[in-house]
Nanobody, 115 residues
Framework: QVQLLESGGGEVGAGGSLRLSCAPSDRLDNINFMAWYRQPPGQQREFVALIGNMNNINYADSVKGRFTISRDNDKPTVYLQMDNLKPEDTATYFC?????????WGQGTQVTVSS
């Protein structure tokens, strides 16, 4: 089964930047959208950003103006550029890819922002 491989998490001070990447272990076709979610400690998983197959993009209000989602068509791979990070951005970040008939989740990558 195809797996989503995430990378780029880590620890950074407030105001810093990180770039997350998510690539499938094998090529995926018929993708509807690719997205990022996050789960802060002790909280439920929440939506962060989405990029559709027509490059339509949506962001959660909490990250607008600070995070940028993008993709390239190799495999394809989705990225999340996170700038001006805040302590409240601390969470496990999950990649999500939805095809026409099923969806996949990544294993998660930890992002920790210190004040």
């Amino acid at each position: 089964q195809v797996q989503l491989l995430e990378s780029g998490g880590g620890e950074v001070g407030a105001g810093g930047s990180l770039r997350l990447s998510c690539a499938p272990s094998d090529r995926l076709d018929n993708i509807n959208f690719m997205a990022w979610y996050r789960q802060p400690p002790g909280q439920q998983r929440e939506f962060v950003a989405l990029i559709g197959n027509m490059n339509n993009i949506n962001y959660a209000d909490s990250v607008k103006g600070r995070f940028t989602i993008s993709r390239d068509n190799d495999k394809p791979t989705v990225y999340l550029q996170m700038d001006n990070l805040k302590p409240e951005d601390t969470a496990t970040y999950f990649c999500r890819v939805v095809m026409s008939s099923y969806g996949l989740w990544g294993q998660g990558t930890q992002v920790t922002v210190s004040s």
